[in-house]
């Protein structure tokens, strides 16, 4: 048969891609670096040949030559020294986003352009941007003294006026993935320490298994992710009340600090294996057993460290979507008090970045923060249904993909389909669609 099968693909799917490509990587994640160096010297230049041979491979109509300008233009920008990824991020965001008291507005980078409508190109950018990597990372990096935007406005005034007055309707949403990331990343860092056995919501160790998934098809990930919600809490731990020690490393070592957690000796070996093996971007598994069993005997260990640190089991599931973000173990440190205000993610990455800026010396927070980031950014992407990515194989793995993260969420749903599809702001009918309820023969 002939094959007159063609394909394009956007100049901004590329642009994000390469953009996110820092945190968003598996090489990022197993050879992690805090600065990006225009030199490529050490770790920069391994997360370019990595990268060069994964957009030569995604993008073949894409000259190396051309490859480099956007790598060039993305990762260094105008600054001719070496940029920590906060610089990194802080770059990306004032590029692509213009700040607006508690909202964002997309834009383009290139005030030059001659675009006829650049309104439209930045928010379509925009879009592409949120396919590569969570939206309020960038939302992160516009942080001052503390505050900065909460949401992207993605329409422009005149169709947010449109809308409210003449009113629109919803006529084709998925309920279950009616739910934004902040809700879901709540969710997720609480249901990673349920235990499989109890009542209620629980991860397995291979939760995230799925064909076609990256980290061992996925069956990997569910390790990475407690040992990231593990190191996340003591990271917003020392942010807010052990800076006084030192920096971070001053701040794990600290004797009363640790009699304070009051956790036994070999959770706090368990805990201190659980960051190393995040700072150097591997897994530490014994050598017994099959690998299947060495995962799942590490996850449920370090599990039982993260409930007893954290108590995430105890926490009530929501009934209200004001109170997902109660779900997250650090609203201990950054309480929220409705769905509209900033999560608790947003707020921690606000609190890191700061620090960031103010003690650049401050290494191994460094490098555990945008380790937890990487691992955050992997959950995402593992979630997220992908463009360019055709038929009903595909969609089924994707969409069932969420269930590992979103089980505590089951009685907003419906109320955050009403959210986000526009209830308030001009929704005048709301089709969902769902799936009959599983039920098992006991």
């Known amino acids: 048969m002939p094959n007159a ?174 739910l934004d990331y902040p809700s879901a990343w709540a969710s997720a860092v609480n249901v990673v320490g349920r235990s499989p056995g109890s009542s209620g919501p629980s991860m397995s160790y291979d939760a995230f298994a799925s064909p076609g998934a990256d980290h061992g098809e996925g069956r990997n990930l569910a390790n990475w992710l407690v040992r990231a919600a593990t190191a996340r809490y003591l990271l917003a731990a020392y942010l807010n009340w052990g800076t006084s020690a030192g920096d971070l490393n001053q701040f794990l070592q600290d004797r009363d600090i640790w009699d304070s957690i009051r956790l036994p000796a070999s959770h706090r070996d368990l805990l201190t294996s659980m960051l190393s093996d995040l700072a150097r971007g591997s897994l530490h598994l014994s050598q017994q057993f099959t690998r299947d069993q060495r995962l799942q005997r590490s996850f449920v260990e370090n599990q039982i460290v993260y409930n007893a640190l954290t108590k995430v089991a105890l926490m009530p599931l929501p009934r209200r979507l004001d109170d997902v973000q109660r779900l997250d173990p650090l609203w201990a440190f950054y309480p929220v008090s409705n769905h509209a205000a900033a999560s608790c993610q947003l707020r921690f990455l606000w609190h890191g970045i700061e620090h960031l800026r103010e003690h650049p010396d401050d290494r191994l927070f460094a490098r555990l923060f945008w380790q937890v980031e990487r691992i955050r950014c992997q959950v995402y992407r593992h979630c997220i249904q992908r463009p360019l990515t055709p038929g009903l194989m595909n969609f089924v793995r994707v969409y069932e993909r969420k269930a590992a993260i979103i089980g505590p969420l089951e009685h907003v749903e419906l109320e955050s389909c009403g959210v986000l599809s526009g209830v308030g702001r001009g929704l005048t009918s709301l089709e969902i669609r769902t799936q009959p309820a599983k039920r098992k023969n006991d």
């Not at 490529?40 to 391994?46: A, E, H, K, V, Y």
């Not at 990306?92 to 190109?121: F, K, M, Y």
């Open 5 to 178: 099968r063609t394909v394009s693909m956007s100049l901004d799917h590329l642009v994000a891609e390469m953009i996110a490509f820092p945190w968003v990587s598996k090489v990022a994640l197993r050879r992690p670096l805090e600065n990006l160096h225009r030199q490529l010297d050490g770790g920069t230049r391994q997360l370019w040949r990595t990268a060069e041979r994964y957009f030569v491979s995604r993008f073949p109509h894409v000259g190396i030559d051309e490859l480099i300008a956007i790598r060039n233009r993305c990762w260094f920008g105008s600054n001719r020294s070496d940029d920590g990824l906060h610089r990194y991020l802080t770059h990306c965001s004032t590029s692509w986003l213009i700040p607006h008291g508690p909202w964002a507005e997309p834009r383009l980078p290139d005030n030059s352009s001659a675009l006829d409508n650049r309104d439209a190109a930045a928010r379509r950018a925009w879009r592409w941007l949120t396919f590569a990597m969570p939206g309020d990372l960038l939302l992160a990096g516009l942080v001052r003294d503390g505050q900065g935007p909460v949401r992207c406005q993605i329409l422009t005034p005149f169709v947010t006026r449109m809308l409210r007055s003449k009113g629109f309707a919803e006529t084709h949403l998925h309920m279950g993935a009616g």
